[in-house]
């Protein structure tokens, strides 16, 4: 579902992969059932090539880390979270148009 450029976050590397990160890191958190979801996968694969280098694109499947989306307090999915330093600086809801999530990106680098 995800490119090459899409790191697959797990509860187990996402201190790694997202808290101490040296780039921004915009976290998809998401469900292979969901509709909305599997709609901007293919925006979000399109935005990890577009920022390769200066943000991170990363997507965490909520059935299987929960506890993840329970911490960051998801609700409804897709939830986008920006993650800048190891903290959250923005947050989205819902499939957004490509525009919207490249000034989401850009406005936390």
């Known amino acids: 579902m995800a490119s090459s450029n899409i790191v697959q976050i797990t509860a187990a590397n996402f201190d790694a992969e997202v808290l101490k990160s040296p780039l921004p890191v915009l976290v998809d958190f998401w469900a292979p059932w969901c509709g909305p ?16 280098g200066k943000a991170r694109i990363a997507k965490c499947n909520v ?13 409804s999915i897709p939830a986008l979270i920006m993650f800048k330093g190891g903290q959250v600086v923005a947050q ?11 000034k989401l990106i850009s406005e936390n680098l």
């Open 37 to 52: 979801c599997k709609m901007i996968a293919p925006v979000l694969d399109q935005l990890a090539v577009e920022f390769d």
């Open 63 to 75: 059935d299987d880390a929960n506890e993840l989306a329970a911490q960051y307090r998801v609700t």
């Open 92 to 102: 989205a809801a819902g499939a957004k148009p490509k525009k919207e999530l490249q």
